[in-house]
C-alpha cells in the first residue's frame, strides 16, 4: 500500500489535540509512523513530561530528527449561559478577536461555531 501524505495530514488535522492534551496526536502520529517504518514497534519509545513522543533506534549510520508541533490552539468553556452559548477562554496562544466565525471540535465531539452575543 502506498503512503499518502496529504491522507496523513488530514487525519493528524481531524485529531484532537489542544495544549496539554496530545496523547490523541502521539497515538495517531504512532499509527502513522507505523505504516512507513518497518519494524517501528522494534524501536525504544517514550513520551517525556512535556509530552514530546520519542523514538530511538541504536546502531551505527545517519540519524534523522523529525520535530513539529503536536498540540493546537484551543478553548476550554467556561460558563455555559441559559441560551445555550458558552464563554471560553484560549489554550495556548491566540488572537480571541481572531475567532469570530470560527468552527470549534470539542474532546466530546460537539462542534459550533463561535460569535459574539
Known sequence: MKFDIFEAFRTLS???????REHGIAETITEIIAEVVPHIGDWDHH??????????????????????????????????????????????????GDLIDCRVRFANGTRGVISFE
Open 14 to 20: 481531524m485529531t484532537f489535540g489542544p495544549s496539554g
Open 47 to 96: 513520551t517525556d513530561a512535556m509530552n514530546n513522543l520519542i523514538y530511538h533506534r541504536s546502531g551505527e549510520g545517519k540519524k534523522v530528527l523529525l520535530a513539529a508541533h503536536m498540540d493546537s490552539i484551543g478553548i476550554v468553556v467556561t460558563h455555559i449561559n441559559d441560551n445555550g452559548f458558552a464563554r471560553f477562554a484560549q489554550v495556548g496562544g491566540l488572537m480571541l
